[in-house]
């Protein structure tokens, strides 16, 4: 059995009168996420996770910011075309375990709803996709309220 891990971080600033993507929902919030895409940190964290799991780069690389074309995307449109080319490459999700760094708001009571969201774009069961959300009590930009960062370790197989 050949399995690998990647891992994936990201941070993105808050910032008032932004929409909050994360985990492919729409949190509602007074601050939200700045990004050359939809800004989905979580997201964007899996994407270089499984991305870096089978060695083939990260986010930016194949969703560059200098481009137009992602302009405003939408994240789970980067994260089904992420899972595309783990799987042209031969490789299939074993699971994923995510943290979110964010002061506020408490995303709890949204992490199943999120976890059925990113399982449905990537093709694979909720119980694949493990989600767990933190503060840093009140320390550093994300204690602040400043930004919001996240963190994703990614398994992979790869399949004969």
Not at 20 to 33: D, E, S
Not at 57 to 82: M, W
Not at 100 to 118: C, T
Not at 121 to 140: D, F, G, N, Y
Request: with cysteine.
């Amino acid at each position: 059995m050949n399995i690998r891990v990647g891992f994936g971080f990201d941070v993105h600033q808050l910032k008032e009168g932004e929409d909050f993507w994360l985990g492919g929902m729409l949190v509602p919030h007074n601050k939200g996420a700045v990004g050359h895409s939809d800004a989905d940190v979580l997201i964007h964290t899996i994407c270089d996770a499984l991305l870096g799991a089978a060695n083939l780069r990260d986010i930016g690389f194949h969703f560059p910011d200098t481009d137009q074309k992602y302009k405003g995307v939408d994240s789970k449109i980067l994260l089904k075309e992420v899972m595309s080319i783990l799987r042209k490459e031969g490789y299939e999700l074993g699971n994923v375990d995510a943290t979110i760094a964010l002061q506020k708001p408490k995303i709890n009571p949204y992490i199943p709803e999120m976890q059925k969201v990113l399982a449905d774009v990537m093709s694979v069961s909720p119980a694949q996709i493990s989600l767990k959300a933190t503060t840093t009590e009140k320390l550093s930009f994300v204690g602040r309220e400043e930004g919001v960062s996240a963190y994703a370790v990614a398994l992979v197989q790869k399949i004969d």
